[in-house]
């Protein structure tokens, strides 16, 4: 073959190549100046806009985007690789909420339902749609969180999901396991679902304090939950052992059961044990069990990515550290695996407050603000600290304990 003629078959194939990466980075500019890669996106980002506004605060990463990432896992369950348990990621439990919502598993799950049944009929979007979209952009207001993958065009559920497909605190390992695996999920995407529980709060597991957080770094998407539930427990956060708890490392801390077994159980801890000071690991393995979780039930050749309308989250500058008073020595390792060096953070052991709550009166919603005050008693010496909740406009008002 002579030299002309090779030179102008790699030409061709340089042009092809060329030409197929331009048509695969072609971009969209929607009328709004926002730009996608599929104009049927185009629709969402005022939807995007909207959410942030009127559900999220303004881009916050508090009570409503730890629950619509809440809602969303509790809709995609209701579903069985083999049939019978549900819908999958179809919005049912937005609009069958009257049912799920009675479901003991999805106890707490219904003040966000109500409140984004305020802005769903606004948005003309499918109830599943709806529901997923607000946990990608609800999550993208957390600081190290990754960006989540969001599909578009669900249809409109057909009915409710039925009861006990959601996995309880009070489950063994086995039955958890056994339920995830119904739906579709390896231990491993188990425990990468579960670093959810780094932004979350429980709300009725103890109901006398409602919004006490898993890790102590709650508004942070960070590994530092799986830190903190190897930690050696010795309190209780509210009105001694529920069920569905054990023993907290932190005052004002809730620990799962569920969380603390897995972290455990010889066919999880190491997956537990792998996550802790891994922010890569941790968001590419949330990343990609969301992904699988979101679409659960749905025919994805009939759905267009549109995850480029999710906002960018802020990046988590790190590494994680031991709470003041912790170190290695208070770890309850169940992995054989060498245990991640983490430093501690100087000053005594903190107290949380709870996550801020929300509280209803008869004919108004009061949004409701914690903050941790420092009591000092002189006859003792010691300091105590008392998690105070009141409502902004100061109309109402309430105390915790801790």
């Excluded at 949004?367 to 003792?380: D, G, R, Y």
Aim: glycine content about 8%; charged content about 15%.
């Amino acid at each position: 073959m002579s030299f002309a003629r090779l030179t102008f078959i790699i030409s061709v194939a340089l042009g092809a190549v060329q030409l197929v990466n331009a048509a695969l980075t072609k971009r969209v500019t929607c009328d709004d100046g926002n730009v996608t890669a599929n104009k049927a996106c185009c629709a969402l980002f005022p939807v995007v806009s909207l959410l942030q506004e009127q559900l999220f605060d303004g881009s916050e990463c508090g009570e409503e985007a730890h629950s619509a990432l809440r809602l969303s896992f509790h809709d995609a369950i209701g579903f069985s690789v083999n049939g019978g348990k549900g819908g999958g990621a179809d919005g049912s439990i937005l609009i069958f909420n009257t049912t799920e919502t009675g479901f003991h598993a999805n106890g707490g799950i219904d003040d966000i339902t109500a409140d984004q049944w305020k802005v769903f009929p606004q948005t003309g979007l499918s109830a599943g749609d709806f529901v997923h979209l607000a946990a990608a952009v609800g999550t993208a207001n957390c600081p190290g969180a990754p960006r989540l993958q969001f599909m578009f065009g669900r249809p409109p559920p057909v009915a409710a999901a039925p009861d006990f497909t959601v996995p309880e605190p009070t489950d063994s390992v086995t039955d958890i396991l056994a339920r995830f695996a119904d739906a579709g999920f390896s231990p491993e995407e188990v425990i990468a679902l579960l670093s959810s529980h780094t932004i979350a709060a429980a709300d009725v597991v103890d109901p006398s304090i409602p919004g006490t957080p898993f890790d102590s770094t709650v508004g942070t998407f960070d590994t530092q939950v799986f830190l903190e539930v190897l930690l050696k427990g010795t309190l209780f956060p509210g009105n001694g052992p529920q069920p569905g708890e054990v023993e907290s490392p932190l005052a004002g801390e809730m620990r799962l059961q569920s969380d603390f077994e897995l972290s455990q159980d010889p066919r999880t801890a190491c997956f537990w044990q792998q996550m802790i000071n891994d922010q890569t690991r941790m968001q590419s393995q949330f990343k990609a069990a969301m992904a699988k979780l979101q679409v659960l039930g749905q025919d994805t050749s009939k759905l267009i990515d549109c995850s480029d309308v999710v906002p960018q989250p802020a990046t988590f500058s790190g590494p994680i550290s031991f709470p003041a008073s912790f170190s290695q020595s208070d770890v309850q390792q169940a992995c054989s695996s060498a245990f991640p060096a983490i430093s501690t953070v100087a000053g005594p052991a903190p107290t949380l407050a709870p996550v801020s709550v929300f509280q209803f009166s008869l004919s108004k919603l009061f949004l409701i603000q914690t903050f941790a005050v420092p009591v000092h008693n002189s006859s003792t010496n010691l300091q105590y600290y008392i998690s105070v909740t009141l409502s902004i406009n100061g109309a109402l008002g309430r105390m915790y304990l801790v």
